[in-house]
């Protein structure tokens, strides 16, 4: 029986098959397929991605220039490739498939009877496509759920990013638009704001083609010129986004085109590319390429498992194979202030959760404090004298150096709460009420 297994621990032909097919899970999708994607392979652990700049470097002329005159300085700044562990895994029975599909017939006698190579490679082939779909999708789209819950929907809809795609969920890593989105909630002294910030030009909900024309000009104009000559920039859209903006040129009195051909995809001499993975109301503007100037990073990573591909037989007494694959993956952007983007979702801070307090009755002694040195009138000074458990007010009229006197404490400065009903609220009083109760809270 034929079985596709490879060792992450040879160092042979074994290896380098094993990172072609890692990375064929990468290619075959739109991302890939349009250039969009640098990819790193061969990262176990952590990979930096240091950004440097240089500040102001001119300074006036000085004929024996020291120490002191030294101006500027390199700042560098780290973003991180970490790929995050999954994995496919299911079993299936080939005689399901038998009646249907003239390879799924295995040879030999019924007790030792083989799956065939090929067939083992059209079901790889057809996993691949569905993997390479979901790749496509969650590149853009995943969010790991310690984001997801601080996105919310930016148009009403359905948040999609973070949410599941056919083919599993997508909570493995954060996607390019989570980051996206981090960046530029990030704060200023945060190590994610240090490589710039990513500009958020809208999240709203494009009512027609118009309203895509006007945002494309406002981001365009966003854009600093030095990104806008970039030969790499490009414009990424989603598909419903394209047909909006498609239709509205081909309506227009002076037309572009007609209608039996698609408009040319181009803004003011950009690429336009329409993405099946981006959520409805999608615009980025950026540099990405598979080259070393793109602004979208992947790390892959050998999976920490010897056998990283395998289709076999369960176990010997049994007719079931399974097909498993362990793979390690993120993504991150590399220069955020470079890009612009159009995100139906926002940043909201995570809701605090509700505090659990627990509301005691001030009674007895905490309702009075000594007075430390007793003068005047105690009976016209709101003085009280204790006797045994019970406080009373004092009818002295002078002060008797033998007793102790208390007064009662103010509610409102020793921040009291009242009860009414099942609600405890601060008091206001600033003198204890016959027959009101207060309580502290802890």
């Known amino acids: 029986m034929g079985a596709f297994t490879f060792n992450a621990g040879q160092t042979n032909y074994t290896g380098e098959v094993l990172e072609d097919l890692l990375t064929y899970t990468a290619q075959e999708n739109e991302t890939y397929k349009e250039g969009l994607i640098h990819i790193k392979s061969g990262i176990q652990k952590k990979y930096a991605l240091p950004s440097v700049q240089l500040g102001e470097i001119i300074q006036d002329h000085v004929a024996t220039p020291d120490s002191s005159?030294?101006?500027?300085?390199?700042?560098?700044?780290?973003?991180y490739l970490e790929p995050e562990d999954f994995m496919i895994y299911f079993e299936f029975n080939p005689r399901d498939f038998e009646q249907y599909y003239k390879p799924f017939q295995p040879n030999g006698n019924l007790v030792f009877r083989e799956l065939d190579p090929k067939v083992q490679a059209t079901m790889i082939r057809l996993l691949m496509e569905s993997k390479a779909e979901y790749i496509n999708h969650a590149i853009?789209?995943?969010?790991?759920?310690?984001?997801?819950?601080?996105?919310?929907?930016?148009?009403?809809?359905?948040?999609?990013?973070?949410?599941?795609?056919?083919?599993?969920?997508?909570?493995?890593?954060?996607?390019?638009?989570?980051?996206?989105?981090?960046?530029?909630?990030?704060?200023?002294?945060?190590e994610d704001a240090k490589c710039g910030k990513c500009t958020i030009a809208g999240t709203g909900a494009f009512a027609n083609g118009a309203a895509v024309e006007a945002e494309l000009f406002a981001m365009w104009q966003a854009l600093p010129p030095k990104v806008r000559k970039k030969q790499g920039l490009v414009i990424l859209m989603d598909y419903t986004t394209w047909d909006k903006y498609n239709l509205y040129l081909s309506d227009k009195t002076f037309k572009y085109s007609d209608n039996r051909t698609e408009n040319q995809h181009l803004f003011q001499g950009k690429r336009i590319i329409p993405m099946v993975a981006l959520p409805e109301d999608t615009i980025v503007m950026g540099v990405f390429t598979t080259g070393y100037d793109s602004n979208l990073w992947m790390g892959?990573?050998?999976a920490n498992d010897e056998n990283v591909l395998q289709v076999e037989k369960?176990?010997?007494?049994?007719?079931?194979?399974?097909?498993k694959m362990l793979l390690k993956m993120d993504i991150n952007i590399v220069r955020p202030k470079e890009i612009i983007a159009?995100?139906?979702?926002?940043?909201?801070?995570?809701?605090?959760?509700?505090?659990?307090?627990?509301?005691?009755?001030?009674?007895?002694?905490?309702?009075?404090?000594?007075?430390?040195?007793?003068?005047?009138?105690?009976?016209?000074?709101?003085?009280?004298?204790?006797?045994?458990?019970?406080?009373?007010?004092?009818?002295?009229?002078?002060?008797?150096?033998?007793?102790?006197?208390?007064?009662?404490?103010?509610?409102?400065t020793e921040g009291w709460y009242t009860k009414s009903g099942d609600v405890y609220s601060l008091t206001n009083d600033t003198t204890q009420q016959q027959g009101e109760t207060y309580y502290t809270r802890s």
Not at 69 to 79: I, L, N, P, Q, T
Not at 154 to 183: C, H, Q, V
Not at 314 to 321: C, K, T
């Open 300 to 302: 892959v990573d050998y």
């Open 342 to 412: 159009h995100i139906p979702a926002t940043v909201g801070s995570s809701p605090a959760p509700t505090p659990s307090y627990t509301y005691s009755a001030v009674t007895g002694d905490a309702l009075y404090a000594q007075v430390a040195e007793p003068t005047g009138n105690p009976s016209t000074s709101g003085y009280f004298e204790k006797s045994g458990s019970t406080y009373s007010a004092s009818e002295d009229t002078s002060v008797n150096d033998q007793k102790t006197y208390y007064t009662a404490k103010n509610p409102k």
């Open 314 to 323: 369960l176990q010997a007494n049994s007719e079931l194979y399974f097909f």
């Open 69 to 79: 005159k030294s101006k500027g300085g390199y700042v560098f700044a780290e973003r």
């Open 140 to 190: 853009w789209c995943a969010a790991k759920s310690a984001t997801k819950a601080q996105l919310n929907a930016g148009n009403s809809k359905t948040l999609e990013i973070g949410a599941d795609d056919a083919a599993g969920p997508m909570k493995y890593f954060d996607g390019a638009l989570a980051r996206l989105l981090m960046n530029a909630a990030a704060g200023a002294d945060t």
